[in-house]
């Protein structure tokens, strides 16, 4: 058990559609981060939250948004969904270098 | 950009070494080497990481060549649970506010009985 919590684990929506995934990051972790991971593309780096301010961003599309709460916990929004956001999103957490993941949340848009 | 390359593949007996090759010839002064692995669809997992000097912890070794253009992650003792897919990572610094990881392809170990 890595210590951060993603919800929920299966979600099945339909194109077109908005979600909202959460991340509670480990206790003390500042920093957040986002992945995705779809069969063929292998782990992209979405966007990094650290203190509740946006501190890197990766791949994300503009249809995707993330922010950081004051108590840390983290939600990746995803609107206008499409067939190709189909994956796994996954969260991490850290404090000083090594990264945390959660066990991910698996996404299916039909 | 992932900035290393690993073999697609590689399989291993159980209760043998497992021996994982990572070339990051771009590697600069600042930037760590580490190693994470995913178990079928699961959160990466941290193993170790390293700057300059050998690592070992309860997981691993890392070996990294003196010129820091290549390492070599050992798993001593392969069980059939390290069966997963391990990825080579050099970050820049460490300390939250610096070094996303980027992931590349990574390696498919298998370990067999």
């Known amino acids: 058990d890595s210590g951060v919590t993603q919800t929920p684990k299966h979600l099945i929506t339909a194109t077109g559609q908005r979600v909202t995934l959460r991340c509670s990051p480990r206790s003390g972790d500042l920093s957040v981060y986002w992945y995705q991971q779809s069969l063929d593309q292998g782990l992209q780096f979405l966007i990094q939250?650290?203190?509740?301010?946006?501190?890197a961003k990766g791949n994300i599309l503009e249809r995707f948004s993330a922010q950081q709460f004051p108590d840390l916990h983290s939600e990746l929004n995803l609107s206008s969904l499409e067939l190709g956001d189909s994956a796994l999103y996954f969260c991490a957490s850290s404090s000083d270098g090594e990264l945390f993941f959660g066990e991910g949340s698996r996404l299916t848009v039909l | 950009d992932a900035k290393t390359t690993q073999p697609p593949s590689m399989d291993c007996a159980e209760g043998r070494a497992a021996n994982l090759p990572c070339n990051h010839s771009?590697?600069?002064?600042?930037?760590?080497v580490y190693w994470y692995r995913q178990i079928h669809s699961q959160g990466p997992q941290y193993i170790i990481h390293g700057l300059k000097n050998n690592e070992t912890n309860e997981m691993a070794s890392l070996i990294i060549t003196e010129d820091r253009k290549s390492s070599t992650l050992i798993l001593p003792h392969a069980t059939l649970r390290d069966t997963a897919v391990y990825y080579c990572i050099v970050r820049e610094g460490r300390g939250s506010t610096l070094g996303r990881l980027y992931f590349g392809r990574g390696t498919q170990l298998t370990v067999w009985p």
């Open positions: 771009t590697i600069s002064g600042n930037e760590y």
């Open positions: 939250y650290y203190n509740g301010e946006e501190r």
